[in-house]
């Protein structure tokens, strides 16, 4: 079956380094992914998607890339802050073109001051 | 303000009651989704809805049920058949093209005992 995984480990770094965290997935080569924050006890907010023709995606301090030969998106966060301490899930939709969005089981990212 | 608002924030039930969660969302989006967030689980499909009046199983949909009479609304039973109802509920929607992003409520956290 298709899935998704993410490292379940949190993800602790200080503040000003850069965070990066992985997105693995199989039994599929999807189109696009895309990326969430989520915060304690609130839904997920969509922060940015990538397209398999694009190698790199960027928004400020965000940039995604795209590899689909390692079948892997990698999503860094620059200067990161202790406001961006969440955690983050990706997602792609699944093949049978129905609208179901699979999702991994999210990363939590610590930002320490 | 457009958005997608889920009621009540927190309930709590008995064993053996049916009990609906609300979902609404004034962002004219076609598709609507029902998630299930357990700790560690990441986001497991429950039902979704493309359009009015049809909707579709999910991974999950055991012991849930759902109508679409409206489409500004995609409310959730959940009834005593399911085993394990104590979970945090999303709902979402989106456009129906495929890249499109979820835009999720804040959910509702039910609690069985």
């Known amino acids: 079956s298709q899935k998704i995984e993410q490292n379940s480990e949190a993800l602790n770094i200080q503040e000003g380094k850069t965070a990066t965290l992985t997105c693995n997935y199989t039994?599929?080569?999807?189109?696009?992914l895309q990326w969430y924050r989520q915060d304690p006890g609130r839904g997920p907010v969509f922060l940015l998607l990538?397209?398999?023709?694009?190698k790199e995606k960027r928004k400020e301090r965000l940039k995604v890339t795209f590899d689909t030969t390692l079948k892997q998106s990698l999503f860094h966060i620059t200067a990161s802050q202790p406001a961006d301490s969440a955690t983050y899930l990706c997602a792609f939709r699944g093949s049978s073109n129905t609208g179901k969005l699979i999702f991994g089981q999210g990363t939590t990212l610590q930002v320490k001051p | 303000d457009g958005g997608i608002t889920q009621s009540p924030k927190y309930l709590f039930r008995k064993e053996g009651q049916n009990v609906t969660l609300s979902c609404e969302q004034n962002?004219?989006?076609?598709?609507m989704y029902w998630y299930r967030q357990d700790p560690g689980q990441g986001l497991r499909l429950i039902y979704y809805?493309?359009?009015?009046?049809?909707?579709q199983k999910g991974d999950i949909a055991e012991g849930y049920s759902v109508s679409r009479e409206k489409k500004e609304s995609f409310p959730l039973t959940v009834t005593s058949a399911q085993k394990n109802p104590t979970a945090f509920y999303l709902c979402a929607s989106s456009n129906r093209e495929g890249n499109s992003p979820l835009h999720f409520g804040n959910g509702t956290r039910l609690t069985v005992t």
């Open positions: 962002l004219n989006h076609d598709a």
């Open positions: 990538i397209r398999e023709n694009e």
């Open positions: 809805s493309q359009i009015v009046n049809d909707f």
């Open positions: 039994n599929y080569s999807p189109a696009y």
